[in-house]
């Protein structure tokens, strides 16, 4: 990932996870986004691994996407999708985004979203996608590229943890 710094900006591509080639690659930069924008429910890091197999074997549930310069990485992505009546189709939900610190100040953000206009996964109509209060930067660079706060707030309640006498 060094190398990413050390050279102007080569080809960036966004390109589908399909296999775990590069899962050790990708639990790095997850582990690197909760350190640096700690969130507000406690995530154990041990899942992460679980998250890319679950999308790996269930595409039509969700994908990563991960940043490539060359051979380097230097950002990934999750993209779940999920019908919203409200909106009339799919809603992509960027369930996380991260571009590692020596690749920042290139326009990587918004060429991923140039891209998901282009390609439009899971034929998205809306892209939706959080992001922390105190998160300035990614908030300055989301409403400059047309994402508006909703009116509705999201509310999240975790549940219980199941059991295996609980069943599927």
Not at 3 to 23: G, H, I, P, W, Y
Not at 89 to 108: H, K, Q, S
Request: glycine share 6%; proline share 6%.
């Amino acid at each position: 990932m060094k190398e990413v710094a050390a050279r102007k900006m080569s080809e960036l591509n966004f390109v589908t996870l399909t296999d775990d080639a590069c899962t050790s690659e990708v639990i790095a930069m997850m582990r690197a986004l909760y350190i640096e924008d700690a969130p507000a429910f406690a995530v154990d890091h041990r899942r992460f691994p679980l998250t890319i197999e679950f999308l790996l074997a269930e595409p039509s549930r969700g994908s990563v996407i991960v940043f490539a310069e060359g051979t380097a990485l230097c950002g990934y992505a999750i993209l779940i999708p999920y019908w919203s009546n409200e909106f009339g189709g799919t809603l992509l939900c960027v369930d996380e985004l991260f571009v590692i610190p020596e690749a920042r100040n290139r326009e990587i953000g918004h060429q991923f979203f140039e891209f998901l206009a282009r390609t439009r996964p899971f034929d998205a109509i809306a892209i939706a996608l959080e992001v922390s209060p105190g998160n300035l930067r990614a908030q300055r660079l989301y409403e400059s590229i047309g994402f508006r706060p909703r009116r509705n707030a999201t509310l999240i309640r975790r549940l219980p943890e199941r059991s295996a006498a609980d069943g599927p």
